[in-house]
């Protein structure tokens, strides 16, 4: 029964970690793995506030500011390379 209480959670805390390491390869996926991430430990902790949904939710925030930050990074090499 346990293992059904913690499945948003736990799947917050998987998409969060997806989101760290895709931030560096492909961030657009990292944003919406982040996004993702943030809702299922939000319903999470609606249903059974554990710390499972703690740390996913911390994860996913990390994972999606360092996803937006490498996305606009990423943007703005593309923009000043077009430009040359």
Not at 32 to 53: D, M, S
């Amino acid at each position: 029964m346990t293992k059904r209480k913690n499945r948003y959670g736990i799947a917050g805390l998987v998409l969060g970690t997806i989101s760290i390491f895709s931030s560096l390869i492909l961030a657009p996926v990292g944003v919406v793995c982040g996004i993702l991430g943030v809702i299922f430990t939000k319903k999470q902790k609606r249903i059974h506030p554990n710390g499972i949904a703690t740390a996913g939710f911390i994860i996913s925030i990390i994972g999606l500011i360092q996803s937006i930050i490498f996305s606009i990074f990423f943007i703005f090499a593309i923009i000043s390379f077009i430009n040359l």
